[in-house]
T-cell receptor, first 112, second 114 residues
Framework: KQEVTQIPAALSVPEGENLVLNCSFT??????LQWFRQDPGKGLTSLLL?????REQTSGRLNASLDKSSGRSTLYIAASQPGDSATYLC???????????FGQGTRLTINP | DAGITQSPRHKVTETGTPVTLRCHQT?????MYWYRQDPGHGLRLIHY???????DKGEVSDGYSVSRSKTEDFLLTLESATSSQTSVYFC?????????????FGPGTRLTVL
């Protein structure tokens, strides 16, 4: 059974710092990995999708990497801002199954 | 937001009553999903659809049924609501008519079962 883990559960950093969020998964047989952002009381916003054949994807200040063989992904946020405060979720699409498996998320707080 | 709306956005109901939640999309995506989000459990798949009248169960499907009579609408029904079904329900679509495409989520429905 695929399990997705995100550590730490919460992270607080001062504004302007670069930071890395971690995601690990137990089964390397995935189609892709997706990073989401969720603001309190809101839905999920897709940030980046990495296909299993790719190593990284970039969007603005965000860079996501994927090492399928070791079961790890990272989300790098450059020059963090208070508006980046949210919960960040990673999820993998399992090969042969029609669904995403989610991690529990990392709650990120950027302090002005 | 991939043109996804959910209704109602909030609902309070009593144990034992049937409840139907609606997900509507405007872009003719083939795949649609219903998830629930609970503290300590994260997001879990309830049911999904891969076309009109084509649906299948997810990991937490007991007590729920779904229907998809039109491409744009995916309905989730709680046949007899229980307090354990108090949750936030999210609808999602997968773009590109792919099961493994990028998923986009609706704004959610907060359901309280008293």
């Amino acid at each position: 059974k695929q399990e997705v883990t995100q550590i730490p559960a919460a992270l607080s950093v001062p504004e302007g710092e670069n930071l890395v969020l971690n995601c690990s998964f137990t089964d390397s047989a995935i189609y892709n990995l997706q990073w989401f952002r969720q603001d309190p009381g809101k839905g999920l916003t897709s940030l980046l999708l990495i296909q299993s054949s790719q190593r990284e994807q970039t969007s603005g200040r965000l860079n996501a990497s994927l090492d399928k063989s070791s079961g790890r992904s990272t989300l790098y946020i450059a020059a963090s801002q208070p508006g980046d405060s949210a919960t960040y979720l990673c999820a993998v699409t399992i090969q042969g199954a029609q669904k995403l498996v989610f991690g529990q998320g990392t709650r990120l707080t950027i302090n002005p | 937001d991939a043109g996804i709306t959910q209704s109602p956005r909030h609902k309070v109901t009593e144990t034992g009553t049937p409840v139907t939640l609606r997900c509507h999309q405007t872009e003719n995506h083939r795949y649609m999903y219903w998830y629930r989000q609970d503290p300590g459990h994260g997001l879990r798949l309830i049911h999904y659809s891969y076309g009109v009248k084509d649906t299948d169960k997810g990991e937490v499907s007991d007590g729920y049924s779904v229907s998809r009579s039109k491409t744009e609408d995916f309905l989730l029904t709680l046949e007899s609501a229980t307090s354990s079904q108090t949750s936030v329900y999210f609808c999602a679509i997968s773009v590109g008519n792919l099961a493994n495409g990028e998923q986009f989520f609706g704004p959610g429905t907060r359901l309280t079962v008293l």
